[in-house]
T-cell receptor
Framework: DGGITQSPKYLFRKEGQNVTLSCEQNLNHDAMYWYRQDPGQGLRLIYYSQIVNDFQKGDIAEGYSVSREKKESFPLTVTSAQKNPTAFYLC?????????????FGDGTRLSIL | QKEVEQNSGPLSVPEGAIASLNCTYSDRGSQSFFWYRQYSGKSPELIMFIYSNGDKEDGRFTAQLNKASQYVSLLIRDSQPSDSATYLCAVKALPISSGSARQLTFGSGTQLTVLP
């Protein structure tokens, strides 16, 4: 079945540690996105990529990094510079084209500080 | 001023009633509008999208768009307890320039509870 797979489902980070969240899609979508959701709040865009080997900062990119070496994969690294990383992280993908295509989400990764 | 605003709720309706969820947006250049449902602890799932003024119906769900007044709403008819969730409104504006892309802006969501 086509979909977006995020792993791990739960992740714990020690202080000073970098951690990487995985996102893989087999929907053949060109665009991929990373969002952060804090309790009781909407989604905030961290990074997005419209095409392989290219990505753009979103609204809250500080303390995060990404890569897009393959169309199917868009991993997110939460660096030690992100001082408040505890949140629900969501990866999404969509077609491009007219710009009206909806985004579809993976199941998310919950990140907590040890 | 937030770009996309929703009443946080909670909104409670009895089973079988119509639930009305509202969303206003500030960017007049907004082009497409999406409603997502998010169950507690889960990721958002797309319910409906609408691009043109007026109503769009899909089963028990109706999306309504009024660009002049800059609001979009979601009606849920014959509400069921399984509809209890947070509903997120998301808005996409027109590209700033050729070749660029605008991204979705999400509201903070309205929590809906359908009482049996």
């Amino acid at each position: 079945d086509g979909g977006i797979t995020q792993s791990p489902k739960y992740l714990f980070r020690k202080e000073g540690q970098n951690v990487t969240l995985s996102c893989e899609q087999n929907l053949n979508h060109d665009a991929m996105y990373w969002y952060r959701q804090d309790p009781g709040q909407g989604l905030r865009l961290i990074y997005y990529s419209q095409i392989v080997n290219d990505f753009q900062k979103g609204d809250i990119a500080e303390g995060y990094s990404v890569s897009r070496e393959k169309k199917e994969s868009f991993p997110l690294t939460v660096t030690s510079a992100q001082k408040n990383p505890t949140a629900f992280y969501l990866c999404a993908s969509s077609d491009t084209g007219t710009g009206n295509q909806p985004q579809h989400f993976g199941d998310g990764t919950r990140l907590s500080i040890l | 001023q937030k770009e996309v605003e929703q009443n946080s709720g909670p909104l409670s309706v009895p089973e079988g009633a119509i639930a009305s969820l509202n969303c206003t947006y500030s960017d007049r250049g907004s082009q497409s509008f999406f409603w997502y449902r998010q169950y507690s602890g889960k990721s958002p799932e797309l319910i409906m999208f609408i691009y043109s003024n007026g109503d769009k119906e899909d089963g028990r769900f109706t999306a309504q768009l009024n660009k002049a007044s800059q609001y979009v709403s979601l009606l849920i008819r014959d509400s069921q307890p399984s509809d209890s969730a947070t509903y997120l409104c998301a808005v996409k504006a027109l590209p700033i320039s050729s070749g660029s892309a605008r991204q979705l802006t999400f509201g903070s969501g309205t929590q809906l509870t359908v009482l049996p």
